[in-house]
């Protein structure tokens, strides 16, 4: 979990959903941090996490869209449905927290959620994003303080077709009527909630819904080719029906499986992407929060083949890891081997097992959907076909990003060569150039130069004095070209950058 923190504190982009997702954490998993001491940049900066969370909520007024929402970069253009809903959520539990948030931005964000809540948009983002954009507004506005029924009452008599992450939000939603504590803040649930026995239902329906394999339960919502819309994954989806049992009181006997899932889903000490990371990392803090007063104080052995592989005493609440490797070559060849794990104490002990082995054979490359070449060129035609430049030539760098079928939220990153920088054509003082900043696109099975205002092309670009970056929340299927310059600004002899991805 330390990696998880890390990587979305540390992201490398800053578009607005990244940007709330870095610090989600000091609002939601504060348990967690605290106890485990899962520490980032944040908490060393100048007043500590509590001004680092503050200052990027108040930088959401740079995303802000005049007529509603908010828009996934600065200068914004037109609002994203989720990025608003998530933004607003983020400041909604920020408040709840104690964390000091401006009441215009919350407003603006809350009645923007208004409008999604009533508006249709299942033709563009189709049925399953549109129900769970839904969902997610109906909850978000719950936690502040407005439970439309109606919307409530229509969700419930669809649930047979609604995805599980509208199911899921929409159990969070009849769970707050009448709790006494928020969730994100503290326990939810009551018995004298009116939903009450809709919420059993609606969770029961959910649980049967499970996917069980031996210690482990999780759910998905299928590969529906709209999920990209709100950033739907078996992990994020798992984590948020978690979290809906969790604020509903429900399913505590399946929690520990699902959390055991969640658990060995991670790769490197961390989820896929920063939504999963964030929605685990909240379904996590909660599940501790309810479930894990128990202070750990037990002894836990491993054998394999009755040879003791592990025998360790734990006290206190740590990450640490007691990790063994053992070669398979040391037991008989052909024999099943029993695998034994014991605990003698109280709290709870977590363990994975893994088998590694690799191949003998050579693997063959392969192509995983998107290709993309660079060139580099002077920009005089005379030293053109030399194959240098010289300190103060300007070069044209041209991408070509083949892609065989629609994508979306695509970043593309130009590591620039050594001794390479990128030129900005707005300065003032940039040279005049021919086609700076120039798209073109190939789209089933026409080629036309797309404007920069277009939709389907890139919608931001950031020139860095490392790297030039792209970002599409669209992609169609085709080529694409973008043509940058640079200018040569050091003498000596320097290598392309290695990777382009």
């Known amino acids: 979990m330390r990696e998880a923190t890390a990587y979305l504190f540390n992201y490398p982009y800053g578009c607005l959903e990244q940007r709330v997702s870095s610090i989600l954490p000091y609002i939601v998993a504060t348990d967690l941090i605290e106890t485990f001491e899962l520490k980032t940049k944040a908490d060393t900066a100048k007043g ?3 001004t680092v969370v503050e200052k990027t909520l108040a930088d959401l007024e740079k995303y802000r869209v005049p007529s509603g929402g ?34 215009s931005l919350q407003r603006h964000g809350v009645e923007y959620l208004r409008r999604v809540l009533r508006k249709s948009d299942e033709a563009y983002f189709g049925y399953y994003s ?17 439970f439309d029924n109606s919307a409530i009452e229509k969700l419930y008599q669809e649930r047979s077709k609604l995805p599980l992450q509208s199911k899921a939000y929409l159990l969070r939603a009849m769970a707050l009527q009448g709790s006494p504590q928020l969730a994100g803040v503290g326990n939810v649930g009551s018995s004298t909630n009116r939903f009450q026995t809709r919420i059993a239902e609606l969770a029961r329906e959910m649980m049967n819904l499970a996917k069980i394999q031996n210690a482990t339960a999780h759910f998905e919502d299928g590969t529906k080719s709209d999920w990209i819309w709100t950033f739907n994954s078996p992990v994020k989806t798992t984590a948020t029906v978690l979290q809906a049992l969790l604020e509903s009181d429900q399913g505590k006997d399946l929690a520990e499986k699902v959390v055991a899932w969640l658990l060995q889903s991670q790769r490197n000490g961390r989820w896929e ?41 734990f006290k206190g609440r740590s990450l640490k890891a007691k990790v063994t490797t053992e070669s398979l070559d040391k037991f008989a060849k052909g024999d099943a081997l029993s695998l034994t794990i014991s605990k003698e104490g109280q709290g709870k002990l977590y363990y994975g097992v893994r088998l590694s082995y690799y191949p003998t054979y050579a693997l063959k490359s392969r192509d995983n959907g998107i290709s993309i070449f660079k060139k580099i060129e002077p920009l005089s035609s005379a030293k053109r076909n030399k194959g240098e430049v010289a300190a103060g030539d300007i070069v044209k760098v041209t991408l070509q990003i083949a892609v ?22 707005t300065l003032n003082t940039a040279p005049r150039l021919p086609e700076a900043g120039r798209y073109e696109g190939e789209e089933s099975g026409y080629e036309e130069e797309i404007d920069p205002e277009a939709l389907y092309t890139f919608d931001f670009i950031e020139l860095r004095d490392d790297r030039v970056t792209l970002f599409a929340q669209r992609l169609g299927a085709g080529v694409h070209t973008y043509t940058y310059y640079a200018r040569a600004t050091t003498y000596g002899n320097f290598c392309d950058a290695a990777q382009l991805r």
């Open 130 to 146: 549109t129900q769970t954009l839904k969902a997610f507004a109906l909850y978000t506005l719950a936690l502040n303080g407005e």
């Open 404 to 425: 065989p079928e629609e994508r979306h939220f695509v970043a593309i990153n130009d590591p620039l060569a050594a001794g390479l920088e990128a030129i900005n054509p």
């Open 70 to 103: 908010f828009d996934f970069w600065p200068q914004p253009r037109q609002a994203s449905d989720y990025v608003s809903v998530y933004a607003t959520y983020a400041m909604t539990l920020a408040k709840l927290n104690g964390f000091s948030v401006e009441n």
């Open 273 to 313: 992407t920063t939504q999963e990371n964030i929605f685990v990392l909240q379904a996590l803090n909660t599940y501790f929060r309810k479930y894990e007063s128990d202070v750990p104080d037990f002894r836990a052995k491993v054998t394999l083949a009755a040879q003791t592989l592990i025998d360790e005493t």
């Open 48 to 50: 500590g996490y509590k």
